[in-house]
């Protein structure tokens, strides 16, 4: 495919349509190489047009793209060359991307890599249930390349070491143990199995112990001010963080109309 595409470029589930470049999001300004962000991403697209496209943003920022056609070949690359980001669309052949989704979480090797979903369905339970499985941000079709790859770097931004305040290197509460230097959280002495999101969410809540902290506030935390994610992601989120610590169902106060607390221990 050849090398010039327009910067206001925008594609459809499979067509291409021009439309007059967007002032940069708020949060995501324009990174030169020199900053230092670079590394593998795992483009999951069947379309090749859209892949070919996706692909040639990339290197120009500087990253190395992995292509994959298809759900079962996304799988096996991600085990083989355990890539920085994995960006994903929904709608594939022989596996969906809920299907890689599951796939990528499961496997501990990998399980950890930020997975950005990338679709044109519009409906909001195939968004909340990507970000269910563990999805660390959903961007719909159409879309602006530059606007992909800007989210990639802010994505990708956040999870390098030190790129956030400084925080605590151990949190507990009761009999809860969370070492954030070494991203383990161990219940009862017991390890527990938390995807990045849920890790932390729970984060947040031990810093904010007796305080309420609005969904909003959680968002911006967790994901960034820069996240097409709803506010309902969070109660979600929730949902599965007393799923997998049981007497989280109790510790963790639902605020009404609010947000969320963590009763004082």
Known sequence: MSGKFPGGLTLTESRWCFVPPKPPIMGLASETMESGLSGTI?????????????????????????????GETAILKARKEKPDLVLLDILLPKADGLEVLRAIRSDESIGRTPVVMLTA??????????????????IPKPFSPREVVARIKAILRRSRPGAREPEQAALAYRELRMD?????????????????K?????????????RVLSREAILSKVWGEDTHVIARTVDVHI?????????????IETVKDVGYKLREG
Request: proline share 4%; net charge negative; charged share 30%.
């Open 121 to 138: 369905k519009g409906d909001e339970t195939d968004r909340i249930v990507g970000l269910e499985l563990g999805a660390d941000d959903y």
């Open 180 to 196: 954030v230097g070494r991203h383990e959280v161990r219940y009862q002495g017991k390890p527990v199995t938390l995807t990045s």
């Open 42 to 70: 795992l483009v999951v697209e069947d379309e090749k047009e859209i892949r070919d496209l996706l692909a040639h943003y990339l290197r120009k920022e500087g990253f190395t793209p992995i292509l994959a056609p298809d």
């Open 198 to 210: 849920e890790f932390r969410i729970l984060q947040a809540l031990l810093s904010s112990s007796g």
């Open 239 to 251: 949902v599965k963080l007393r799923q997998k610590i049981p007497f989280l169902v109790k510790a």
